[in-house]
């Protein structure tokens, strides 16, 4: 049974920092596109940043340079570093885990206030 398990979130001012993290198992963590997403009040969900099974990663514009996505193969687990937070970064943040299936975690609030 494939299990996406966020955390790190919480409320922070802006400027600050905090740092997500995704543990997964069930299924064979190497083989599959990871990503991080986020949905805000009223607003769909986007696509925050994403990494490959070959490591290569993207970001979405508004997060770049201060956001990193990583993953560690041997602990099964995707974070997000998250810098320079900004209010309009409050959001629910998921992990998703694309294999041959699609799954994705319950999500774990950001709230940056100014």
């Known amino acids: ?19 997500l993290s995704c543990a997964a198992s069930g299924y064979m963590f190497t083989a599959c596109g990871m990503g991080w997403y986020r949905q805000a009040p009223g607003k769909e969900r986007e696509s925050v ?10 970001y ?16 099964r687990t995707l974070y997000l570093q998250m810098n320079s937070l ?8 998921y992990c998703r ?5 699609t799954y994705w975690g319950q999500g774990t609030q ?3 206030s100014s």
């Open 60 to 75: 979405a514009d508004s997060v770049k340079v201060r956001f990193t996505i990583s993953q560690d193969n041997a602990k």
């Open 49 to 58: 940043s994403y990494i490959r099974p070959d490591g290569a990663t993207n």
């Open 1 to 19: 049974q494939v299990q996406l398990v966020e955390s790190g979130g919480g409320s922070v001012q802006a400027g600050g920092s905090l740092k």
């Open 86 to 93: 900004k209010t309009e970064d409050t959001a629910v943040y």
């Open 110 to 112: 950001v709230t940056v």
């Open 97 to 101: 885990a694309d294999c041959r299936s």
